[in-house]
Structures are given as C-alpha cells and as structure tokens.
C-alpha cells in the first residue's frame, strides 16, 4: 500500500493510537521510527510489531543523539530516570534538547521526498508543561516553518495537541487498539516499572478512562 503521509511512530500509547485514528479516516501512513539513544529501546519493537500486523511500511532511522547530548537522563549513558509523578522539576532531566524538532525535520524530508504533504505525530495536552516541543505555539511554528522549506509545503499535525492522556486512552478503545503493543516506560528493563513519570502517567490516564490496560503486566 502506498504511503499517503508520514507519521512518527514511537512505540509509544499516543503514537499508537493516533497511527489507528488515520487507519480508520482512511489514511495509509507511512510510519518513521527513531533510534536516538533512548534507553527504553523496547518501544522500538512495539512500533515495528504495530506496524508489521497492519501491514504497514516502518522506517526505523538511527540517529545517535546520546553521542552528542550528555544531561537527559533518557539518553544510554545519561543519569537515571526519575521516579515519581511527572513534575517540572524531576521530569526536566528527561528532555532530550530539541528532539521533536530535530525528529520532526527527518519526517519532513521524508514527506518531501515521498511527494506528500503531511507529518503527523502524538503530542498531546498532558506534555506542555514539561517538554517545549509539544507546545501549540512550536507545533504552529514548525509546521509553517515545514511548509516555507518544502516545495511540497509539508504541514507538520497534531491531532492530539489538546486531548488529554485519558482521553487518547479512551480513543485507543474505541477503535480497539493493542495496548499490548505499546510501550511507554523509560526504563531499560523488559517489564514497565510502575514507578517512573510515564509508567505513573499512563496508570492515571487508564484509571481516569475507565478501561483496562493490557500493556501492562
């Protein structure tokens, strides 16, 4: 099937969910996965799995930004992650400097070389506080900024931008997604650990939503 946008699909609850809302619109993205460093490499195998079982082509591009940034603690090598329930100051250290953007100008490419005209990607109303690039004003600004440098005027979208968590949860549901295949703590290990700001995030999400979360064990 022919790809008719981009999106980047992390592995992640809300790249998941939005990959099965642009199925269900009739959408055939082409998905883009990244390798940058992170230490919780397992939502690389959920993005590749997802995208396998719907029959999708999956692009996982490797860009070593632990080589590079030395103070996020979601980097290899970095300081290790919080615990706790996400606020600024412990969940500061989890910021990779200016990944949306420098994520983001790949997937553009990508559009630009394919001949299509849209990025899309999950960020959401719970990631304002703590991560600049999930803000309206920076989704605004790369999407134009996109469209002044492409002869295709790639548009960067963010369905998501303001839902909360609970309610892509509630989404995922509708449209019965795996959350099996989904994978959101940014530990290393091969279980979440409960513990850190996403794990404790995504419980808060599912118990708000009232369903059930299969992806956790």
């Not at 250290?93 to 100008?105: G, H």
């Amino acid at each position: 099937m022919k790809g008719d946008c981009v999106l980047i699909l992390s592995g992640g609850l809300d790249s998941t969910v939005l990959l099965y809302k642009l199925l269900e619109e009739g959408r055939s993205p082409v998905t883009l996965t990244f390798d940058y460093g992170q230490k919780h490499k397992k939502e690389i195998e959920k993005a590749k799995a997802t995208s396998d079982i719907l029959c999708l082509e999956n692009i996982v591009y490797n860009i070593p930004l632990e080589r590079i940034f030395h103070g996020s603690s979601l980097l290899s090598g970095g300081i290790d992650i919080p615990e706790g329930y996400y606020t600024e100051e412990t969940q500061r250290s989890t910021v990779v400097p200016n990944r949306n953007m420098i994520l983001l100008s790949f997937a553009v490419g990508l559009a630009e070389d394919r001949g299509l005209c849209e990025v899309y990607y999950g960020a959401h109303m719970n990631d304002r506080t703590i991560y600049p690039d999930c803000r309206p004003s920076f989704i605004e600004a790369v999407s134009r900024a996109s469209q002044e440098g492409t002869y295709n005027n790639v548009r960067v979208i963010a369905p998501f931008m303001d839902w909360r968590k609970s309610e892509i949860v509630k989404e995922g549901a509708r449209l019965k997604v795996p959350f099996e295949n989904t994978w959101s703590c940014y530990k290393g290990g091969s279980v979440p650990c409960g513990k850190c700001g996403t794990c404790q995030e995504r419980e808060e999400a599912f118990r708000i939503a009232g369903v059930k979360d299969t992806g956790v064990m």
